[in-house]
């Protein structure tokens, strides 16, 4: 039988860009977004950044339940600025085209925050349950060791699935 070769290589265009479609925006639409959402992002900046420093600075509040807070207000400072500097470049030069090498950052970096909110609350949700079903074996339970391999592995195992994902589009 002989073999059929259906095969066609179309190359690509070098540099590789995307165009962003969405909303249609208007010339005179294009300040007043970009001025909410600096502002929405200044104030996400100003929030997380204080719950961090906060937690950081006090040394009362270095309890598992607290450093977890503050990883998942350090997991929001990524999905924030992933999402809002974008928008905000978007919407100041009216540019709705993106790198491929700029959109896949852009998709690890959102995928990332994405399954690092939800791993980081498991943990915050196991947290929870040995306090209240064990609270007499709570303290040997959670550990310092325990507590940084919990944070630990909240933040591998989504970098990890993220970056397969990455990969394999490629």
């Not at 010339?27 to 950081?56: C, D, E, H, K, S």
Request: hydrophobic fraction near 50%; include cysteine.
């Amino acid at each position: 039988m002989a073999e059929m070769e259906n095969v066609s290589h179309v190359p690509l265009k070098q540099p590789i860009v995307f165009t962003i479609e969405g909303f249609i925006i208007t010339r005179q639409q294009r300040y007043p977004l970009f001025v909410v959402t600096l502002i929405v992002y200044a104030v996400m900046l100003l929030g997380n950044i204080t719950v961090v420093t906060v937690i950081a600075t006090d040394a009362k509040l270095h309890k598992p339940m607290y450093v977890m807070m503050c990883n998942l207000a350090a997991c929001d400072l990524l999905g924030g600025t992933v999402v809002m500097t974008r928008m905000m470049y978007s919407y100041l030069t009216g540019d709705k085209t993106i790198g491929y090498v700029a959109a896949i950052l852009q998709s690890f970096g959102l995928h990332l925050y994405g399954r690092a909110a939800c791993t980081i609350m498991s943990a915050m949700a196991y947290d929870r349950y040995v306090a209240i079903c064990k609270p007499l074996h709570y303290h040997t339970i959670m550990t310092t060791g325990r507590l940084v391999s919990l944070c630990f592995l909240a933040w591998l195992i989504p970098f990890c699935l993220v970056l397969v994902l990455v990969i394999l589009k490629r």
